[in-house]
């Protein structure tokens, strides 16, 4: 049967009022053309990212001040829905805490109502919440996430600080090379016309370069673009970012720093799970979906040789997920029984180390790129003025 409404919980809803109960929902195109569809989609627009870690932040926020869990998501669904925040205001169902409050209210945990939600709500704050429910204290969960997702932030944006420098500056001097070859070079090939074949073969090729950009710019532009949008559309590759990392991985530093980054984010997730009462191999389990495949099959292992009875520090020892520092914290914490902590005291450790090597790696790569760039810009130059210099040798 055909159903118009607004979502799918509507639906549900108006089935329910007559005593029916949807089993299988499929869009339909209420009869409407093809570019009428498209065109309403379109100026839909997209919908905003939802920002997770503000929405664990305000929840906390009101669980620990003795809001209930429903009270709480009715709370932020107001606030989502109308903008505002007073008490008594409706709730809209068409938003995503408007969704989350009604399935609760409908009796499902938090933690199942979030999974719903895969592509919003990571798997590791679902199963933080899924512990937190044995003894309804979703207070400690929450703020162990913030700070989880607050640390690997941290590091997150100092690598990414560390690269925006030398992109700027690779940007920068790819317009002024740009403007060399397709403006100044030009104008040297009119003073080279009667030059012919006394010029030297890499001076024609320059100005040839520099001509055919002058004379079709457009073409130059259209060109310009292609390449723009295959460098993009390569970065956006999987296959093509497991290749540059692997070439990245070859130089000794950056290898230390991404493998203490990898290091860090594992340790951090493992200690966030272990602390909400996760079980070891299950929260092993959670953490392999942060991970690229190499690693994910060396925990896989790892899990493995936990469930036969070796002891986490063994295990990953012997997969060589541990560092030696990282070893000696594992020993001290499984001795004192405090593995959680230590496990996040690794955490640590290896993100200080992680933002070491990236302030190395933006003072060392900067002045290198600079290097590079000043060397092929005054080429560039160099071959400009050549010609210059064998016509005043041959009038001596």
């Known amino acids: 049967m055909s159903v118009h409404a607004s979502d799918a919980a509507a639906v549900r809803r108006m089935l329910a009022r007559d005593g029916l109960t949807a089993l299988e929902l499929h869009a339909g195109d209420d009869g409407a053309p093809r570019w009428a569809r498209l ?3 379109g100026a839909a627009g997209k919908p905003g990212r939802f920002d997770v870690d503000l929405f664990c932040q305000e929840l906390y926020a009101l669980v620990t001040a003795g809001v209930t869990m ?19 205001a409706a709730v809209r169902t068409d938003t995503l805490i408007g969704q989350l409050h009604a399935r609760v209210r409908e009796g499902l945990p938090l933690s199942a ?71 100044v070079v030009p104008r040297f090939a009119d003073v080279y016309a009667d030059m012919g074949d006394r010029l030297p073969t890499a001076s024609r090729v320059l100005l040839w370069v520099g001509s055919a950009i002058s004379a079709q710019p457009w073409i130059a532009l259209v060109g310009l673009a292609v390449v723009v949008a295959l460098i993009v559309a390569a970065v956006r590759s999987v296959a093509f970012r497991a290749g540059v990392l692997g070439l990245l991985q070859r130089v000794p530093r950056l290898r230390e720093v991404m493998a203490a ?21 299950a929260s092993l389990q959670v953490a392999r979906g942060l991970l690229p495949p190499a690693l994910a099959r060396r925990l896989d292992g790892a899990r493995r040789a936990i469930s036969e009875g070796r002891s986490f520090s063994d295990a990953m020892q012997l997969q060589q997920l541990s560092t030696p520092v990282a070893d000696r914290f594992f020993r001290v914490g499984e001795g004192s ?19 070491r090597g990236a ?19 005054g080429l560039v130059v160099v071959l400009m003025y050549m010609p210059i210099f064998s016509l005043a040798e041959a009038i001596q």
Do not use: N
């Open 39 to 41: 065109f309403a989609r």
């Open 70 to 88: 429903g009270e709480a998501l009715e709370t932020l669904a107001s606030k989502q829905g109308s903008g505002r925040g007073e008490r008594g």
């Open 113 to 183: 109502a979030l999974a719903q939600h895969p592509a919003v709500f990571p798997s590791v704050l679902c199963e933080s919440l899924r512990a937190a429910e044995r003894t309804s204290d979703y207070g400690p969960a929450l703020e162990r996430f913030v700070r989880y997702r607050r640390l690997t932030r941290e590091v997150r944006e100092k690598l990414v600080a560390a690269s925006i420098y030398p992109l700027i500056l690779l940007g920068v001097s790819s317009l002024v090379l740009l403007f060399l070859v397709g403006y």
């Open 261 to 281: 980054a990898e290091y860090a984010r594992l340790y951090r997730t493992l200690a966030l799970l272990l602390h909400g009462g996760i079980p070891m191999v």
């Open 337 to 355: 029984g405090k593995l959680a902590e230590m496990i996040d005291r690794a955490a640590d450790f290896h993100e200080g180390e992680v933002s």
């Open 359 to 377: 302030d190395w790696l933006g003072r060392v790569i900067g002045p290198f790129l600079m290097l590079i760039m000043g060397v092929v810009i």
